[in-house]
C-alpha cells in the first residue's frame, strides 16, 4: 500500500522547495501534492475542476495550508474544508509566515489542528517539518475518512 498523501498549499515556490527539501532530508516519504493556490485546494480536495473524477475516498492525511494565498486564501480554504461533511475532521496545519495574532486567532476558531509559523533558517525548517512529520505522520492516529462523529 502506498504511503499516505500530504496536501501542501503553498504559493511560494522557494517555501515549496524547501518543504519538499525538508521532507526529503527527514526522511518522509509520504507522496506530497502540492496545491499552488487556494483554488487549486480545493479542486484537489472535493474533486473538482483539473481534480474532477479523483476518487474521494482517498483523502490526504494531512493538509499543509500557507494563509496568504491568491484566488482564495488559506482561512477560506479552511472555513470551506470545515464546512463539508467529507472533509471536517481532515487534519489542518496551518504552516505560514505571517506572524499576526489575529491570522493564529482565525486560523484556530475556523478550526485549524495546529498554527506553525516557518522558521526562516533552513536547519529550523528542517527541524520543524521533522517534529510535524513525526507527530503528525507517526504519532498522531488519523481520523477515519469517511465516518463522521456520533
Request: charged letters at 25%.
Amino acid at each position: 500500500m502506498s504511503q499516505p498523501v500530504i496536501l501542501l498549499v503553498e504559493d511560494n515556490p522557494d517555501d515549496e522547495a524547501l518543504t519538499l527539501r525538508a521532507f526529503k532530508k527527514n526522511n518522509i516519504s509520504n507522496e506530497i501534492v502540492v496545491a499552488r493556490d487556494g483554488a487549486q485546494a480545493l479542486d484537489y480536495l472535493f474533486g473538482t475542476g483539473a481534480h474532477g473524477g479523483r476518487d474521494l475516498s482517498l483523502m490526504p492525511q494531512l493538509v499543509l495550508l500557507d494563509l496568504k494565498l491568491p484566488k482564495v486564501d488559506g482561512l477560506e480554504v479552511l472555513r470551506r474544508i470545515r464546512k463539508d461533511e467529507r472533509t471536517k475532521i481532515l487534519p489542518v496545519v496551518i504552516l505560514t509566515s505571517s506572524q499576526e495574532e489575529q491570522d493564529v486567532a482565525n486560523g484556530y476558531s475556523l478550526g485549524a489542528n495546529s498554527y506553525i509559523r516557518k522558521p526562516v533558517d533552513f536547519i529550523q525548517f528542517s527541524e520543524a517539518v521533522k517534529q510535524l512529520g513525526l507527530y503528525w505522520l507517526v504519532l498522531n492516529a488519523p481520523p477515519p475518512m469517511g465516518r463522521t462523529a456520533l
